[in-house]
């Protein structure tokens, strides 16, 4: 029996871009893994992901971003930047494409909020659309750094 998702892991291309990217959104970091920080230098830490890309394993980087702090029935993200081998960019996914279509987030205050967003930085693909379903009432659409489509959405 699943009682719940524990996280979505989204391969990123710059990790400290990501994660200042959804620390706009409200996200806070709870764990950071894949490197150690010693005498002002990044070095590689035991890389937990290290078995999962063949011979050799891998160079990772990444952090888990929540919105709230109980760790069992909060939204996680799981940020990870393949550092060797490199994590590929793709080209952005179009909103039919199979697979993923978009992360929608719940929010109060929808256009107050956009406009703060937009001040730091953050292009919509759309403007917020008035809807009626189930109880929502308007949506916009955007993408993080490396496309990947995200909704805000206020009931």
């Known amino acids: 029996m699943i009682l719940n998702v524990i996280h979505i892991n989204l391969n990123v291309t710059d990790i400290e871009r990501s994660v200042d990217f959804y620390k706009k959104l409200g996200f806070e970091v709870m764990h ?41 029935s909060t939204t996680k993200l799981e940020l990870i930047q393949y550092v060797e081998p490199p994590t590929q960019p793709s080209e952005p996914r179009g ?22 967003l937009r001040t730091e930085g953050i292009e919509f693909m759309t403007e917020a659309q008035e809807i009626d379903v189930v109880g929502a009432r308007r949506f916009v659409l955007f993408r993080d750094p490396d496309g990947v489509i995200l909704e805000l959405i206020e009931f």
């Open 95 to 116: 909103v039919t494409t199979a697979g993923v279509g978009r992360i929608a987030l719940r929010t109060k205050n929808l256009l107050p909020f956009v406009e703060k």
């Open 32 to 72: 950071v893994f894949g490197d150690r920080k010693t005498d002002n230098t990044l070095e590689p830490d035991n890389d937990m992901l290290a078995g999962m890309t063949g011979p050799g394993g891998s160079h990772t980087r990444g952090c888990v971003l929540s919105l709230g702090d109980d760790p069992r």
